[in-house]
T-cell receptor, first 118, second 118 residues
């Protein structure tokens, strides 16, 4: 079973379209994330959700809207796609620790969704 | 601000040679976590190791070993007896101090592309 799964894996679309990427995790984790990897392989966080609540929103254009219907799912909707949105989008998840919150959690990534805007 | 530097952009070694990937980090936090991830040509991000700032013991896992030196803010990764399957991009990452659930985010280095020549 894939722990963190994303669909679609590949997406080619025209500028101006609206598209969604879906993510599901079956690890029972409480926190989910979206990361973006650009053409130079640079990885940067976009959003994080904890139990369906938005926690991190890193200066991402309003055209990007994450939605978490439940803590096992975190979808990414992108409006009015632009050429610069072409990237690999990674979903990830981690488990909250109920003791000793100073300890960092391992973040597990999905296989990535390759978005190409033409 | 958090920063992770992987000065080696690309490394090529002949199979069976040992290779060390460097990682230097900057943080003002006294408590933090360091990670290594592997991104093979297929594109997924594979978790390799997590190390907390209080534990400076070196770790060995099979052909992989990690050297954490707090005094030099480095967390280097060594592969011994390299194999062609080790060819990938390797990312070092640093997690920020966690004050709230879901507030954990990874700051990634720019990655080192490792090519093992058969």
């Amino acid at each position: 079973d894939t722990a963190v799964s994303q669909t679609p894996k590949y997406l080619v679309t025209q500028m101006g379209n609206d598209k969604s990427i879906k993510c599901e995790q079956n690890l029972g984790h409480d926190t989910m994330y979206w990361y973006k990897q650009d053409s130079k392989k640079f990885l940067k966080i976009m959003f994080s959700y904890n139990n369906k609540e938005l926690i991190i929103n890193e200066t991402v254009p309003n055209r990007f809207s994450p939605k978490s219907p439940d803590k096992a799912h975190l979808n990414l909707h992108i409006n009015s796609l632009e050429l610069g949105d072409s990237a690999v989008y990674f979903c990830a998840s981690s488990q909250d620790l109920t003791t000793d919150r100073i300890i960092g959690n391992t973040i597990y990534f999905g296989e990535g969704s390759w978005l190409t805007v033409v | 601000a958090q920063k992770v530097t992987q000065a080696q952009t690309e490394i090529s070694v002949v199979e069976k040679e040992d290779v060390t990937l460097d990682c230097v980090y900057e943080t003002r936090d006294t408590t933090y976590y360091l990670f290594w991830y592997k991104q093979p040509p297929s594109g997924e991000l594979v978790f390799l190791i997590r190390r907390n700032s209080f534990d400076e013991q070196n770790e060995i896992s099979g052909r992989y070993s990690w050297n954490f030196q707090k005094s030099t803010s480095s967390f280097n990764f060594t592969i011994t007896a390299s194999q062609v399957v080790d060819s990938a991009v390797y990312f070092c990452a640093l997690s920020e101090d966690i004050s709230n659930f879901g507030n954990e985010k990874l700051t990634f280095g720019t990655g080192t592309r490792l090519t093992i020549i058969p």
